[in-house]
């Protein structure tokens, strides 16, 4: 399986995120640091998340993704669409409620030949830790079987701090 790596633009509001390969809660940091950046101003009017080339995905960096459609809808902005290719990907994002607060696809609608790799973040365990409590909160949110299916986790990590 292919390292995974995030891909981002942003061309005339257009925001784009791409996730390329086996994308991890190594990755986390560096994820959610830009999601924050790329919805500070106003350069941001509709947003594409693109996992046409994800081989897997893990629940801390959906966490996140979930938690920017939630912070874009919070700044007014029109739901994210997501687009998966993959259908092992797609049905993990209906069980986990995306199909609610995200227009998913199952084709791209574009290329952009701008995108540039974020650069790795790296950060000390313990902030690590609270980015993937930070990330399976935002998962518990969107449905009870999330919550279910994550409260051991979240409880597990809670404790270790």
Same mark, same amino acid.
């Given at each position: 399986?292919? *390292?995974?790596?995030?891909?981002?633009a942003c061309l005339d509001g257009h925001y784009v995120l791409k996730f390329v390969g086996? @994308?991890? !809660?190594? !990755?986390?940091?560096?994820?959610? #640091? %830009?999601?924050?950046? =790329? +919805?500070?101003?106003?350069? @941001?009017?509709?947003?594409?998340?693109d996992l046409t080339e994800t081989e897997a995905i893990d629940s801390t960096s959906l966490?996140?993704? &979930?938690? +920017?459609?939630?912070? &874009?809808?919070? #700044?007014? !902005?029109p739901d994210p669409a997501v687009v998966s290719t993959n259908s092992d990907i797609t %049905?993990?994002? /209906?069980?986990?409620?995306?199909?609610?607060?995200? @227009?998913?696809?199952?084709?791209?609608?574009?290329?952009?030949?701008? +995108?540039?790799?974020?650069?790795?973040?790296?950060? #000390?365990?313990?902030? /690590?830790? *609270?980015?993937?409590? =930070?990330? %399976?909160?935002?998962?518990?949110? +969107?449905? *009870?079987?999330?919550?279910? &299916?994550?409260?051991?986790? @979240?409880?597990?990590?809670? =404790?270790?701090?």
């Amino acid at each position: 399986m292919k *390292e995974g790596s995030i891909y981002s633009a942003c061309l005339d509001g257009h925001y784009v995120l791409k996730f390329v390969g086996d @994308v991890r !809660l190594t !990755l986390c940091a560096t994820l959610d #640091s %830009h999601i924050e950046q =790329a +919805l500070q101003g106003n350069a @941001v009017g509709e947003i594409l998340v693109d996992l046409t080339e994800t081989e897997a995905i893990d629940s801390t960096s959906l966490g996140l993704i &979930a938690k +920017l459609s939630i912070k &874009a809808r919070r #700044s007014g !902005l029109p739901d994210p669409a997501v687009v998966s290719t993959n259908s092992d990907i797609t %049905h993990i994002l /209906m069980s986990m409620g995306f199909d609610h607060i995200f @227009v998913l696809l199952t084709e791209l609608p574009t290329s952009c030949s701008d +995108l540039k790799q974020l650069p790795m973040m790296l950060e #000390s365990e313990e902030l /690590m830790r *609270e980015r993937i409590i =930070a990330a %399976h909160r935002v998962l518990m949110e +969107l449905n *009870e079987v999330n919550r279910e &299916a994550f409260k051991d986790l @979240v409880l597990t990590l809670e =404790a270790a701090r």
